[in-house]
């Protein structure tokens, strides 16, 4: 089992950034791909970012790239999501999680955090 505890999230307004945090217990993080996925109001989760166990590969969806930077400390047993640049379309719950693949892919990934909230105001 990996527990994880996601924190960081607040109220921005457009065009600032964020530094959302992830703090994993139970199991060697560093054996699991991690990823951050979100979920706005009426909408289905939707994956964001994903790094693979070293830290050397990282996915990121179309709509945060060059704006969202993921990152991992194994040695902390952290994973970080950087905002930058956030939009009002950014504003969703947002999630990390750890599985065995780098895939974007939520059902592959077997362990999930509580979710931390992200408010962009224009």
């Known amino acids: 089992q990996v527990q994880l505890v996601e924190s960081g999230g607040g109220l921005v307004q457009a065009g600032g950034s964020l530094r959302l945090s992830c703090a994993a217990s139970?199991?060697?993080?560093?054996?699991?791909?991690a990823g951050w996925f979100r979920q706005a109001p009426g909408k289905e989760r939707e994956f964001v970012a994903v790094?693979?166990?070293?830290?050397?590969?990282?996915v990121y969806a179309d709509s945060v790239k060059g704006r969202f930077t993921i990152s991992r400390d194994n040695a902390l047993n952290m994973l970080y999501l950087q905002m930058n640049s956030l939009k009002p379309e950014d504003t969703a719950v947002y999630y990390c999680?750890?599985?065995?693949?780098?895939?974007?892919?939520?059902?592959?990934?077997?362990?999930w955090g509580q979710g931390t909230q992200v408010t962009v105001s224009s």
């Open positions: 999680a750890a599985g065995a693949t780098i895939a974007p892919v939520e059902s592959l990934f077997d362990y």
């Open positions: 790094i693979n166990r070293t830290g050397g590969s990282t």
């Open positions: 139970g199991r060697t993080f560093s054996r699991y791909a």
